[in-house]
């Protein structure tokens, strides 16, 4: 944070180039504590108030964008994908040996459809309306991204995801193994999505 005195009741923005009022800047008040007392000293940002704003509305724009696995135009961003998926490795503590190009690779040879249950993406966002009525997770226009073994050891590897929809690896977590999963899945779920897809005809 850099500040800087002024001796008169007008400053001119570094940003918008104006001149302004000096209550139109942000002030910063440091106070000295001398053998003699305390003295108060006040600086002034170089950029006026409405101009901070904005440098941090940009700011919080071009982060949150960084973040967002969609593109304005609703296209998925698969980069941004790998990037959340590496981020939460690191958290948990988890193996990751997946680089981009092998991801997208990976990702263009997979069927549309979640590896458990095997609805497509269309009908699985149905089904979702039913569990799901607000936020992100009934809205999704993609898959997630499920480890097979949840042996943190394993890990990302390519060998160890798979497409899988929201309730199925929400429902699997830790607790499965894909094959133990996969059984659950074709023996209850599947059944219950198409009572809910056929009722929905």
């Known amino acids: 944070m850099t500040t800087y005195p002024i001796n008169n009741n007008y400053k001119i923005c570094r940003r918008c180039k104006l001149k302004k009022k000096i209550s139109e800047f942000s002030v910063d008040k440091v106070s000295r504590f ?24 940009l700011l919080d724009t071009k982060y949150r964008d960084r973040k967002n696995v969609y593109t304005k135009e609703g296209s998925i961003k698969w980069s941004s994908v790998l990037k959340e998926l590496k981020k939460r490795a690191e958290k948990n503590n988890t193996y990751f040996n997946i680089d981009k190009k092998e991801f997208i690779d990976w990702k263009n040879k997979q069927s549309d459809t979640c590896t458990y249950c095997d609805l497509t993406l269309k009908q699985a966002k149905k089904v979702l309306f039913s569990f799901y009525t607000k936020g992100s997770t009934a809205i999704s226009k993609r898959f997630q991204i499920d480890r097979k073994n949840n042996d943190k050891a394993i890990g990302y590897t390519l060998d160890n995801i798979c497409f899988a929809c929201v309730i199925c690896n929400s429902h699997k977590g830790d607790f499965y193994s894909h094959k133990e999963f996969k059984e659950i899945a074709d023996r209850f779920i599947r059944p219950l999505f198409d009572k809910i897809l056929y009722k929905n005809i």
């Open 34 to 57: 001398l053998a003699s007392g305390e003295i108060k000293e006040y600086s002034y940002f170089r950029e006026c108030i409405k101009c901070k704003k904005e440098r941090f509305r």
